[in-house]
């Protein structure tokens, strides 16, 4: 019996990818205006949630994922990225920078972009879910995982080894298989 290696998908040098940058703490927003004027492709998810000081509520925008920013560059741009005052490394596997699928980041702006609840991140590991489509409401079109969370069901999208994005849907809204 003769058996094979097959080496790790390793990205060519000319593709273009998705990668996650940590950042420096509470920096997101400033990295994010660094990278516009650096001429550097990005996404940072933000969504708007009501905060409470002693004296009044205020809506303000927020990073759906604390602590980091999405980069759409070619692996010669590394450099330039962690060059940038606030972008600390990238997200590593074997001491490599790990490229996010096309996939997962454009749903993960879906979900941001058009739920009316909140999306929440997770870094948990969780088990593989049942693959659901959501068929009405704004998300509809959106395929995830269904989770039952603290009894709340809830669709996850999966982001490569970082965590999850998750947002709770009424199950009359999800078409299972």
């Not at 972008?87 to 920078?97: L, N, Q, R, S």
């Not at 702006?109 to 088990?127: A, H, I, Q, R, W």
Request: charged letters at 25%; proline letters at 8%.
């Amino acid at each position: 019996m003769e058996l094979s290696f097959v080496p790790p998908i390793i990205p060519a040098a000319d593709e273009l990818h998705w990668y996650a940058v940590y950042t420096a703490p509470r920096a997101e927003k400033k990295v994010a205006e660094r990278f516009i004027q650096a001429g550097i492709e990005h996404y940072l998810p933000l969504q708007k949630v009501k905060r409470r000081w002693s004296d009044r509520v205020k809506e303000v925008e927020v990073p759906v994922v604390h602590g980091y920013i999405f980069v759409h560059i070619f692996p010669s741009a590394f450099r330039k990225v962690l060059s940038i005052y606030g972008a600390i490394a990238f997200v590593k596997e074997f001491h490599k920078p790990v490229p996010i699928p096309d996939d997962q980041i454009a749903r993960l702006k879906f979900m941001v972009d058009y739920s009316e609840e909140p999306v929440t991140f997770s870094v948990e590991e969780l088990v593989p879910g049942e693959i659901v489509t959501i068929n009405r409401g704004p998300l509809m079109g959106l395929i995830g995982e269904l989770h039952e969370i603290k009894g709340k069901h809830q669709v996850v999208i999966r982001i490569e080894k970082l965590g999850c994005a998750l947002m709770i849907v009424p199950l009359s809204f999800i078409n299972r298989g």
